[in-house]
C-alpha cells in the first residue's frame, strides 16, 4: 500500500492532535515546530527514495520486523518523541498515511500560532528585498506572519501566481491574456486575438 496523500481527514486529525498535544506539553511552540519539521523531513526522505516510502508502507513488512528497523535508522538522528510518535504509526498500521497526518499537524501550526505559508510562483528569481516586501504586503491582507517559499516557472512571461492552501490566485501575464481574449470573444478585433494567440501559444510551448 502507498502512502496516502496528503490530505487531512478525521483519523490524521486525531493522530496530529495527540502529538500536538505531547509535543506542547514536552516543550512548548518550539517542540511542536521541532517535530513537524522532523516529520516533513521523513516524508521528504521518503518520496526521494522510493526503498525507504515502500518501508514505510508495505504491509509485507510485519510491524515487529519494522520497529526494529525503524529504531536503527533514527536512533540519534530524530528526537524522542518523534521517533516514539513513528512506532505508535507502526504499530497501529498507520505509517501509510503519515503525508496526511502531517498535512493536519502543519494546519494545526499555522491555526495556533498565526501562520500562512504562500508559495510564490515568478518568472524570474526574486531578490531578498522583493520577497520581504511580498512577505509583508500579504502579512497585511493575511493579518497572519507569512512563511513564504517562492518558486521559478520559466514559462511564466510576466508576473506571479500566489498559492494559499488550496487556493490559486494567478496573476501572471499569461493569465489575463487568456481572459482578456475570452471577454473579447467574437467582437474584439481579429488582430488582436491573433496577437494574444501567439503570444499564448508562445507561452504553451
Known sequence: MPLSQAQPDALSRTYAT???????????????????????????????????????????????????????????????????????????????????????LDQMVQERFGRVEVDVYTAEPVDADELASMREQLGGILGKEVILHPYTEAEMIGGLKVRIGDRLIDGSIASRLRKMRERLGTHGSAEVRARMDRVLDADDQ
Do not use: C, T, Y
Open 18 to 104: 495527540s502529538l500536538f498535544e505531547l509535543a506542547e506539553g514536552e516543550g512548548g511552540q518550539s517542540a511542536i515546530e521541532n517535530a513537524l519539521g522532523e516529520l516533513e523531513d521523513v516524508l521528504e526522505l521518503a518520496r526521494s527514495d522510493g526503498r525507504f516510502g515502500e518501508f514505510l508502507s508495505s504491509r509485507v513488512l510485519s510491524a515487529d520486523a519494522r520497529a526494529a528497523s525503524l529504531g536503527r535508522i533514527f536512533e540519534g538522528r530524530a528526537s524522542d518523541l518523534v521517533a516514539r510518535f513513528l512506532q505508535v504509526l507502526n504499530a497501529k498500521g498507520r505509517l501509510s498515511h503519515l503525508p496526511a497526518i502531517v498535512a493536519s
